[in-house]
């Protein structure tokens, strides 16, 4: 599944989606918080401040916020040290107004969390670390080396000790806490997005190829009656020239061109897509198409199609969606990427379902990752064995995602199993001992509404 066009999600360029103006918004917000802190304290509750020192801080964020407007436009994206640096003015820049104002007795010390957290939710890991290491090294020397709060009649604004420890250690644990969390879910989602655009690229790909299919088999249908005349005339015109050796050669050049003209165009098609308005087939033929890729790459691949209880004898004709197609092509190929011999396709009706099961003889799932089948970038069966099995073979863990998500969206639900016990000797499996995924679509999302006539192609003219 590995496609050049990925390399628009890479990790490198994950920091190029911050804005700068957002975080000049969120600094203003911080600048507006910090005066007015300040403002309170002084005026009403008559702490002495440093308060030269405390609006040289703020009027530091001030300064760097008007050269950020001033300087770079408002579509401006950081880059990764772009990012970090201003992140680390943030941090350092509220450190030094702490330190200004009590330490870690100033209930303001708990938004020293926000630029790791932000770092966490937005950029690498490695400057994630960085920042978090130097807040709770702020932290730290912010404890020990602080100005205090001094009130007006020229008391100290004291804690006990034992306070002062918990402070610390909240913010300590709040920095390592949040910072894991935010970076958790952000990959969650980020993976989620990335995994989801490939599934949208995979499915436009396959509606091309499908439109393709459809294009070159009308374009077969309309070239084949001026090519069966060319035939013809140019069958006659060789009965006529047999006296004339150089002009009875010309003609059966002419015959033997538009017989090649007839097998391109018939090699161009595939079965299932013989009329423009074809989008619905036989079950056997969708499963056939979806299989074709894999036919012939040494395994053997074994088709079974019954009715269920109720079934009706006559062999449903479902709707050749794309998704289905693909969805149903990423599943045979991961199972004849680790079967041994054999997959087996087997495929049963009955009047309220259609079921799909696709079985190998390979190895299984691994136990410990069964569970994940089916989240993106989980390269669910690659191990080192299938390094051996599968050389040409790098995928990203989206196959079996993509394939999910295809097929989800079509009405079906999958369910992924191993087949016997991986614990049993090989003497002791059974011959279906593999990887199991099982598909089942209500008749009413999948079969085919029941129609007249197709009617006649669409000609195109240019």
């Not at 994950?14 to 103006?21: G, Q």
């Not at 993509?402 to 614990?423: H, M, Q, V, W, Y």
Request: hydrophobic share 45%.
């Amino acid at each position: 599944m590995m496609n050049p066009g990925f390399g628009l999600l890479s990790r490198d360029t994950r920091s190029d989606w911050v804005r700068l103006r957002t975080l000049i918004l969120l600094r203003w917000m911080a600048i507006t918080g910090q005066l007015a802190a300040i403002t309170v304290a002084d005026r009403i509750y008559g702490i002495q401040l440093p308060l030269g020192l405390c609006y040289m801080a703020v009027g530091a964020s001030i300064i760097a916020n008007l050269i950020s407007i001033f300087v770079y436009p408002e579509n401006k994206r950081l880059s990764e040290f772009e990012a970090m640096l201003t992140l680390l003015f943030d941090l350092s820049q509220l450190s030094f107004l702490l330190y200004l104002t009590g330490g870690l007795t100033n209930p303001f010390a708990l938004l020293i969390l926000a630029p790791v957290t932000i770092s966490a939710s937005a950029l690498e890991l490695r400057t994630t670390l960085l920042l978090g290491a130097l807040a709770i090294l702020f932290t730290c020397l912010i404890a020990f080396v602080n100005v205090p709060l001094t009130m007006a009649d020229g008391s100290r604004l004291e804690v006990p000790v034992v306070f002062e420890f918990g402070f610390w250690l909240a913010i300590v644990i709040g920095i390592v806490f949040l910072g894991l969390y935010s970076r958790r879910i952000s990959t969650e989602i980020r993976s989620m997005s990335d995994a989801l655009l490939a599934t949208q690229m995979a499915l436009a790909r396959e509606q091309k190829l499908t439109d393709l299919g459809g294009v070159v088999a009308a374009a077969a249908h309309e070239l084949g009656t001026p090519l069966a005349t060319i035939k013809l005339v140019s069958a006659e015109m060789m009965e006529e020239l047999k006296d004339h050796p150089s002009l009875r050669e010309d003609a059966a050049l002419i015959r033997d061109q538009a017989d090649r003209c007839r097998d391109i165009l018939r090699s161009m098609g595939r079965a299932g897509k013989d009329d423009l308005h074809l989008r619905q087939a036989p079950l056997a033929s969708v499963l056939r198409e979806a299989a074709e890729p894999h036919m012939d790459r040494g395994k053997t691949v074994d088709f079974t199609l019954l009715p269920g209880p109720g079934g009706s004898d006559r062999q449903p004709t479902i709707l050749r969606r794309p998704e289905v197609i693909h969805g149903l092509r990423n599943l045979i190929q991961n199972a004849v990427d680790f079967a041994r011999t054999t997959v087996w396709i087997d495929g049963e009706w009955t009047d309220r379902s259609i079921t799909i099961r696709i079985v190998d003889d390979g190895e299984g799932y691994p136990p410990q990752v069964i569970g994940r089948i089916g989240d993106p970038f989980v390269r669910s069966r690659r191990s080192a064995q299938d390094l051996d099995r599968r050389p040409e073979y790098e995928g990203m863990g989206l196959g079996l995602f993509i394939a999910k998500t295809l097929l989800e969206r079509t009405g079906a639900e999958l369910s992924f199993a191993n087949a016997s016990d991986p614990f049993l000797t090989p003497e002791e499996r059974p011959e279906r001992c593999g990887a199991i995924v099982e598909l089942v679509w209500p008749t009413t999302a999948i079969v085919a509404p029941k129609t007249g006539q197709l009617g006649d192609n669409l000609r195109f003219e240019a």
